[in-house]
C-alpha cells in the first residue's frame, strides 16, 4: 500500500534546499506518494537547480511562510496560506496520510491539533523524540508540545508512547518511567507525586521514577515528563554537545599532540553529537493528533527530513493512530485511575 | 580574621577518608579553624593511617550517620547524633561559622534550615551551582532544594545569587535571566510566566529568558529557575557527560588508531567532565539559610571538599549573609512586585 506523505517544503532553517533535497531522497528510498506543500515557483525553481524532474511529485501551493520565532496561534491565525496551515488543512481532509514539518513547532501543534483534532479519548497532543542509549532506543515524551499539563496528560502521553514503542518497534510491554528527581516513590514536587500514582495504577509496565542521569542509560524505553522539563532536558543536551567541542579544541589545540587529537576527537564528537541527535533519527512524533505529524529540528537537512519521512511510514504502516483509539479509554478510564484523580 | 569551618566527616560516597583529607588540605592551604564532626573513633583513625596530628583540629563526636538515600524529615527526626543534624545544631548555635556537607542533600537542606533558621525576608532556601562556561563562571538556583516553588520564591533565589555573585566575584550588578522553553516573554508555562514579571518589575539586572542550551554559553551571570527543572538539567548533564566516555570507546577502541584517539580523549574528556563538575569547583552554596552551608557533590574526594571550604570562606570574608539580609526585602517587597503578586 502507497502512503501519501506531506512534506513542508518552508520549513526550518535550511529550507527550501535541504527539505527539497529530503523530499527527493525519500521519494527514491521508499517510493511513497511525496507531496511537496510550499511556494510553486521555489519549488520549481530547486527542482531545476537539482535537475529533478516534478512528475513523480504533487506540488500544493503554500505561497506564505511562517518563521521559526513567530508566535504560533497568531502566525496560523493570520498566514492561512502558510505551507503549515495548509499542511494540517489536507492532513485533516486526508489529502495526505502524514504530515512532516521542520518548521516553527509550536505552529505545527497548533494547526495540526486545531485543523485535524485529537484522538478520541486524548486530551493533549505530546512531542516524543527517539534517541539511542547505550542500549537500545529511549523515548522522551513530552518535550514541549504540552507546557502547562494536568497529571492525565503525562499518563495518555506514557500509554500513547507505550503502544508506539510496541507496535512501530515490535517489543512486547515496553517500560514506562516517569522522570524524577529521585528514584523513590515519596520524591519529587506534589504535581510528579500524583502522577507516580496515576502510572502505578495503570496496567502500563511502570518501573517507576528514572533520574535525569539515567535518560540515556537505556534503562527505560519510554521516559514520561511534563513539556517543560522536556524541553529544557532535550536543550542541555544540545547545548552540552556544542560545548563540548568548544571546550577540546580549546584544551587540546594547542601544541602538535593536542592538534593530533583533536582532530581524532572533532570526527567522534560530530558521530556522537548525530547520535544524540534527535533529528538525525526521524524528527519527532506529534502522538495524540487525529493523524500522523513528524516534526524535524529545524536544522534539518536531507537526510534528516528522509529519515522524518520513514518514521512516518512506520507509524501508518502500523497503524500506531488506531492503536491508540483502541487502547486510550482502557488504559485511562478505568476505575482505580478515576479515584486518583477524583482525590 | 579566623573563621571556623564545620565538616561533615561522614558525609559522601567516600567518606569518612576523603572528606578527612580534604579536611587537612583546607586546614594547610587556608589555616581558618577546622571542626570535624564525625564519630570520633573513626576520625583518630584515620588520621593515624594518614599520620596526621589532630591537635590542630577539634572534633565533634557525632557517631550516627545519614545515609545518601535516606528521607531527608525522617532521618533528621531520629539520628539526633548523626553528623548533618550535629553540624545543623552548632550553626545554629553559632559554634562553627559555616558547615560543608557532601552527604544526604536532602537532610542538610532540612536539618540546617530547621535548625539555623533562615535569613529575615527569605521565605525558602535554594542550592545555587556554580560552573565555568565559555566565558566566565555561571550560577544556577535551584538544583532542587525548592520543589513546590511559589514566583516570589524564585525572584528571591534571583536577588541571593545576584548578591553571591557581586559580593564574591566582585563584579557590578551581575545579569540575571529565567530559564525557559524559549527567549520570547510570551513563553513557558503559566507559572514561569507571572516570574517573569516579577523580575522585570524588579530592580535585578533581568536580561529575560534563557534557553537550557545557553546554560552553558556564559550570556548570563546568574540563571533562576524551579528546583524541580534545575535538578533535571544538572543530572542531564552528568548523564550525558558519563555517556560521551562510552560512547566514543566503543566508537574509536577497535583499531590501532581509534585507540590512540580514544586516549587523547580519554585524557581531554576527564579534564573536561571536571570542568562541568561543579563539585570540582567547591561545591553548591546553600543560600537562604541563616548561616553558611555549602553542599558538595556525593561523589567528591578530598579536592573538591578543600574547595568547599574555600567557598565557605570566600562567603564568610565578603559577608554574603549580612548583604541578603540588607537587601532581600528591599527588592521583593517593592509595591510593584506586591501588585503582581496580589492579581
Do not use: W
Not at 501519501?4 to 521519494?27: V, W
Not at 513523480?56 to 518563521?67: G, L, N, R, S
Not at 500506531?320 to 484523580?341: P, T, Y
Amino acid at each position: 500500500m502507497k502512503f501519501r506523505i506531506g512534506i513542508d517544503i518552508s520549513g526550518g532553517d535550511f529550507a527550501p534546499r535541504e527539505i527539497l533535497k529530503g523530499a527527493f531522497l525519500a521519494k527514491k528510498e521508499f517510493n511513497h506518494d511525496i507531496i511537496l506543500i510550499g511556494p510553486r515557483d521555489e519549488i520549481s525553481k530547486e527542482a531545476r537547480r537539482e535537475r529533478v524532474s516534478l512528475k513523480d511529485f504533487e506540488v500544493i501551493d503554500a505561497p506564505e511562510k511562517i518563521t521559526m520565532d513567530e508566535q504560533a496561534a497568531m502566525s496560523i491565525r493570520r498566514k492561512k496560506n502558510s505551507s503549515i496551515v495548509v499542511g494540517a488543512e489536507v492532513l485533516k481532509e486526508k489529502k495526505i496520510d502524514a504530515f512532516v514539518s521542520c518548521g516553527n513547532t509550536g505552529a505545527v501543534v497548533t494547526a495540526t491539533t486545531l485543523k485535524a483534532g485529537l484522538i478520541e479519548g486524548v486530551e493533549r497532543p505530546g512531542i516524543a523524540v527517539l534517541f539511542p542509549t547505550l542500549k537500545e532506543i529511549s523515548m522522551l515524551i513530552d518535550v514541549g508540545a504540552n507546557i502547562n499539563p494536568k497529571p492525565l496528560h503525562l499518563l495518555q502521553h506514557g500509554v500513547m508512547a507505550s503502544l508506539y514503542y510496541s507496535v512501530v518497534f515490535d517489543k512486547e510491554n515496553p517500560t514506562v518511567g516517569l522522570l524524577n528527581i529521585g528514584e523513590e516513590e515519596t520524591k519529587g514536587s506534589d504535581f510528579v507525586k500524583l502522577v507516580h500514582k496515576l502510572f502505578a495504577a495503570s496496567s502500563l509496565n511502570f518501573i517507576g521514577n528514572l533520574e535525569a542521569k539515567d535518560i540515556f542509560s537505556g534503562r527505560c524505553d519510554c521516559i514520561v515528563c511534563d513539556g517543560f522539563v522536556g524541553n529544557v532536558a532535550l536543550k542541555v543536551t544540545e547545548g552540552l554537545a556544542d560545548m563540548t567541542g568548544k571546550f577540546l579544541k580549546g584544551a587540546l589545540g594547542k601544541d602538535f599532540l593536542g592538534k593530533i587529537g583533536y582532530l581524532f576527537m572533532r570526527r567522534s564528537l560530530k558521530k556522537f553529537k548525530k547520535s544524540i541527535d534527535y533529528a538525525e533519527h526521524g524528527g519527532a512524533p506529534l502522538l495524540g493528533v487525529n493523524g500522523v505529524v513528524i516534526i524535524g529540528h529545524g536544522r534539518s537537512s536531507a537526510y534528516p527530513v528522509k529519515n522524518a519521512v520513514r518514521v512516518a511510514i512506520q507509524e501508518l504502516k502500523r497503524d500506531l493512530i488506531g492503536n491508540i483509539k483502541g487502547k486510550i479509554d482502557a488504559v485511562c478510564k478505568g476505575s482505580e485511575i478515576q479515584e486518583i484523580l477524583d482525590t
